[in-house]
């Protein structure tokens, strides 16, 4: 297949472009490196070094024997998006390339009309580009379980059936969406349901659980390969930056009291389950959605199981309470579906504690670069609009 993924540049995006090359797809990208300045803004890095597009795309043909198509340029340039999807004619169109944090967008008003912008605005275009010069393409959008937000029944993949008032439907299931960001994506979800009910396009909607990891097979020992790994508070999701606390020996920042309860998945589970809904598209005119993650838990039971993968490779970890920079429940239900995947074949591969333990052995030689930036592993990015760094609501060390 011809697939055509926008945030190449991105940590999933880089790492689905050698998967699928590895599977004998044709993979075409766009990126504006948009993600390493939102990092360097954030006064961050990615703990795992990433070398520039050139060294990338020189690796990438020498350790795949193909060339990675790419192009660097905007979503919001619909010429220049219009003219690429034209000329690379796409099976299949995986749409990485948005602002993926709840913090960014929540920092004040500027960044906050940023997102939508970039967000929707940038969905759109694709969408109409489609239309335009590719309608038999499929599109792949990164959703995000946090559309959702955590209702007080199970959670069902999408769409489910309701009676009122004597009368049954088939319904989007209600958002309820946490951030500026997370509503970006509910619109991304409204628009690009109406394009495949009124224009006939295809698409598959991957509501994604939190992504952690730092390798998949595929990529082999040469660290040109490595997609990036965050730890900062914008864009370090929960276990990488649990991991990169561990491995310089700072308590790992639990929000709250914990409770709060996630769907997660491995790198290497995202990119399978991405892979999938690639090779088995919907009908012509269809709208679907995944629900894709592995398990879910607490956040307080995925410090435990960081701190149970530190001590595996040597590491004392301790766990430490932080006043909750955001506005959320923290205590509540919790239990969504996840058949469709598993209908098409997924098999999930580590769990957890599995899966971090090759985190930290990738991180511990990061350990001084992860030092450096120590200062930044505390949020102060409030959901109230302010900035405060959070405190210590509770010193003792969790103990499972």
Request: charged content about 25%; proline content about 6%.
């Amino acid at each position: 297949m011809r697939v055509f993924i926008a945030g190449v540049d991105g940590y999933l995006g880089w790492a689905l472009a050698q998967y699928l090359t590895a599977r004998g797809h044709d993979v075409a990208g766009v990126d504006n490196y948009a993600r390493r300045q939102w990092v360097d803004e954030m006064g961050s890095v990615s703990a795992i070094p990433i070398y520039s597009m050139p060294d990338r795309l020189a690796a990438f043909r020498e350790h795949y024997g193909k060339e990675l198509l790419f192009r660097e340029g905007d979503l919001l340039d619909y010429q220049f998006l219009r003219d690429f999807l034209s000329d690379f004619q796409p099976d299949a169109i995986v749409h990485l390339g948005e602002m993926p944090s709840a913090p960014y967008s929540m920092i004040d008003q500027a960044h906050s009309i940023y997102t939508h912008t970039n967000n929707v605005n940038g969905s759109l275009n694709v969408l109409w580009a489609m239309r335009e010069v590719c309608p038999e393409a499929h599109l792949v959008k990164l959703g995000t379980m946090g559309e959702y937000g955590t209702p007080n029944v199970d959670i069902p993949e999408g769409f489910f059936e309701i009676e009122y008032r004597g009368r049954k439907d088939r319904l989007p299931f209600p958002r309820q969406p946490g951030s500026f960001y997370h509503l970006t994506k509910v619109h991304d979800t409204n628009n690009t349901m109406f394009a495949c009910r009124i224009w006939g396009l295809s698409a598959t909607d991957i509501m994604q659980g939190v992504v952690f990891g730092t390798q998949i097979d595929t990529m082999g020992a040469n660290p040109v390969l490595r997609s990036r790994l965050d730890f900062d508070q914008c864009f370090g999701t929960a276990i990488n930056r649990f991991a990169c606390q561990a491995v310089i020996g700072h308590p790992l920042t639990v929000y709250g009291v914990g409770h709060q309860k996630r769907g997660f998945l491995p790198m290497r589970d995202s990119m399978q389950c991405l892979t999938i809904a690639i090779e088995n598209p919907p009908k012509a005119g269809e709208y679907r959605v995944f629900n894709q993650f592995e398990e879910c838990y607490t956040v307080d039971e995925l410090a435990e199981k960081v701190r149970e993968a530190g001590s595996a490779v040597g590491l004392d970890v301790d766990i430490e309470h932080f006043d909750n920079p955001r506005t959320e429940k923290e205590e509540h239900y919790y239990n969504p579906d996840r058949q469709h995947l598993i209908d098409l074949g997924y098999k999930p591969t580590h769990d957890v504690v599995a899966e971090v333990k090759i985190m930290l052995q990738d991180l511990l030689p990061q350990r001084d670069r992860i030092m450096a930036k120590r200062e930044i592993v505390v949020p102060d990015i409030r959901w109230d609009g302010t900035r405060r760094r959070s405190g210590v609501i509770s010193a003792s060390p969790v103990k499972s």
